[in-house]
């Protein structure tokens, strides 16, 4: 092997691997959500709307972890009864929360940024955590499914005790 065919080799190489780097960068490229919920939440504090007082609520946090922003659509909830009616079909029910309260939507994620939502953990909700698989999240742009994250029944707090309002 002469000069001339190793910087050939060298060249097919480093240009192979240029173009794989280029596909890795474009796959992963884009908002890239994460999402966490916490059960059992309560609102205190001296400006908290009478409302919202002595409910319990799910918070639905997302980051934008990814190199673009994105729109945040909706919040929302999803049962399922087993857990291959997740994997096949659709769930048995959905629904969307009109005014996540502590947050507007439509809201634009940028890189970086944190979002959170809140859902009213009444019966019906605590129902479907009791009683099958039940997720919450958001629908948000570039994305047909929605970004979500299971409320297993452990994280269900049964009895809190009440917080002095500050």
Not at 37 to 51: Q, R, W, Y
Not at 73 to 100: A, Q, R
Request: charged content about 15%; hydrophobic content about 45%; some cysteine.
């Amino acid at each position: 092997m002469n000069a001339t065919d190793f910087a050939a080799w060298l060249g097919a190489l480093t240009g192979s691997l240029a173009l794989l780097w280029d596909i890795f960068k474009w796959l992963n490229s884009g908002p890239q959500l994460t999402v966490s919920a916490s059960a059992g939440m309560k609102i205190f504090g001296n400006f908290v709307p009478e409302i919202l007082r002595g409910k319990k609520f799910i918070v639905v946090s997302v980051n934008n972890i990814g190199s673009n922003k994105t729109t945040i659509t909706h919040l929302l909830g999803e049962y399922y009864s087993i857990l291959f009616n997740k994997l096949i079909i659709k769930p048995i029910s959905v629904f969307i929360v009109v005014d996540p309260a502590i947050s507007r939507i439509p809201h634009v994620l940028e890189p970086g940024e944190q979002w959170q939502g809140l859902i009213e953990q009444n019966e019906n909700v605590e129902n479907m955590i009791r009683t099958g698989y039940f997720y919450c999240g958001i629908h948000y742009l570039f994305s047909r499914k929605p970004a979500l994250k299971r409320i297993v029944k452990q994280n269900i707090i049964e009895t809190q005790p009440e917080a002095p309002h500050a």
